[in-house]
């Protein structure tokens, strides 16, 4: 077992016994101080570990102390889990910006497919705002349809009767001639009596 007396000590560090590792971190880096807080005291060895630091008052207390062997096995399991805990957090980070551009992206699909509604919206309206002006334009057309029919109708019927005064007239004239000769009949036979 290795030891770093100080000053004076190497006849203290005879007389210590063998010193054990650092129960806390294993470590053989030890160093013994000797304590004296005041004058009228005895110099008694202080045990201080190099490497993580910690101490014990003497020796013999050092050595009582629980083996380091469970506490660095215990905080390798917890470096381990550690590490495992850091790659974790980052798996999850990664998945989760993974799952954040994803809900991004089906955001805006969402915002897309919303504003493609909207314009089917707008068009449907739109046409059927034309529907109704073109079927109010048929109504109109047909309207006008049975007007004509009905002036069509009154022209035919107006045509007929002009064809039957014409058919009419030679029968006229013929019933005119008669009376004609007829009223020259009668006036003869009266001019003749008046003669008389
Ligand atoms: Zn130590």
């Not at 008694?44 to 380091?68: F, I, M, T, Y």
């Not at 469970?70 to 980070?93: F, G």
């Not at 045509?159 to 006229?172: G, H, I, K, W, Y």
Request: glycine letters at 6%; proline letters at 6%; aromatic letters at 4%.
């Amino acid at each position: 077992m290795k030891t770093t007396p100080t000053t004076g000590g190497e006849a203290v560090a005879e007389q210590l016994p063998t010193l054990l590792p650092c129960p806390f971190c294993g470590s053989l880096s030890l160093k013994v101080y000797m304590n004296a807080p005041s004058s009228d005291q005895t110099p008694w060895p202080h045990v201080a570990c190099l490497e993580c630091g910690c101490g014990q008052s003497s020796a013999d207390k050092w050595n009582r102390r629980p083996p380091h062997a469970p506490a660095q096995s215990a905080l390798d399991e917890l470096q381990l889990r550690a590490v495992e805990a850091e790659t974790n957090l980052e798996d999850y980070k990664r998945s989760f910006y993974g799952a954040f551009a994803d809900a991004a992206e089906l955001r805006r699909e969402v915002e897309r497919m919303t504003q493609a509604g909207v314009d089917i919206s707008i068009a449907w309206q739109e046409a059927n705002t034309k529907v109704n002006a073109l079927m109010a334009e048929v109504e109109a057309l047909r309207a006008d349809r049975d007007r004509l029919h009905e002036a069509l109708a009154s022209v035919a019927s107006i045509c007929n009767e002009t064809r039957a005064a014409r058919d009419l007239q030679p029968r006229m004239t013929e019933i005119r001639g008669i009376a004609r000769a007829a009223i020259d009949t009668a006036r003869a036979s009266t001019d003749e009596g008046v003669g008389k």
